[in-house]
T-cell receptor, first 111, second 114 residues
Framework: QKEVEQDPGPLSVPEGAIVSLNCTYS??????FMWYRQYSRKGPELLMY??SSGNKEDGRFTAQVDKSSKYISLFIRDSQPSDSATYLC???????????WGAGTKLIIKP | GAVVSQHPSRVICKSGTSVKIECRSL??????MFWYRQFPKQSLMLMAT?????????EQGVEKDKFLINHASLTLSTLTVTSAHPEDSSFYIC??????????FGDGTRLSIL
């Protein structure tokens, strides 16, 4: 079993829909949770960073962490074609520790 | 957000050539830099972790003599692929981080060895 599980998709939704992306993990020592967006042939771009259970909102993005269930989510509201990319979740035990990555979910927003 | 610059973005060279890739953190001092390799449609694979002024820590299966890492300052790390062969062709990405801050990534280097 992988430490971090993420459905690779692809996930295809119409423009304007709410997108829900998820990861589950097995190591209860993870304390830091990140979501990165990666466009083709580019490096990952940090979207959200949190270290506590609960919700964190930034514009159209909401990150949710449930440590009791070992489950994290990223919600994208009012999705746009420009949101089409691969979304990677990543976790760490402490703030400067190596990241453990999900497989990445390919998201396609159809105009 | 923080800016990490990686150069060059694309390299095409002959087998046996050594290739140097630079990673710079432009607006913060990175105590730690990471080098990753990514194959098509796969997630990032950590190759090594480097701290300024000390030797890099390589992940299992990564040849330290093949992939030389130098982290001479808090803003610059370099990865040199020595005597590159076609199987070294890949997408190489660096990231920079510091205490209590998430890693920020460069835009990657696409390396093609002919």
């Amino acid at each position: 079993q992988k430490e971090v599980e993420q459905d690779p998709g692809p996930l295809s939704v119409p423009e304007g829909a709410i997108v829900s992306l998820n990861c589950t993990y097995s190591n209860s020592a993870f304390q830091y949770f990140m979501w990165y967006r990666q466009y083709s042939r580019k490096g990952p771009e940090l979207l959200m960073y949190t270290y506590s259970s609960g919700n964190k909102e930034d514009g159209r993005f909401t990150a949710q962490v449930d440590k009791s269930s070992k489950y994290i989510s990223l919600f994208i509201r009012d999705s746009q074609p420009s949101d089409s990319a691969t979304y990677l979740c990543a976790m760490a035990i402490n703030s400067n520790y190596q990241l453990i990555w999900g497989a990445g979910t390919k998201l396609i927003i159809k105009p | 957000g923080a800016v990490v610059s990686q150069h060059p973005s694309r390299v095409i060279c002959k087998s046996g050539t050594s290739v140097k890739i630079e990673c710079r953190s432009l607006d913060f001092q990175a105590t730690t830099m990471f080098w990753y390799r990514q194959f098509p449609k796969q997630s990032l694979m950590l190759m090594a972790t480097s701290n300024e002024g000390s030797k890099a820590t390589y992940e299992q299966g990564v040849e330290k003599d093949k992939f030389l890492i130098n982290h001479a300052s808090l803003t610059l790390s370099t990865l040199t692929v020595t005597s590159a062969h076609p199987e070294d062709s890949s997408f190489y990405i660096c990231s920079a981080g510091k205490e209590a801050q998430p890693q920020h990534f460069g835009d990657g280097t696409r390396l093609s060895i002919l």
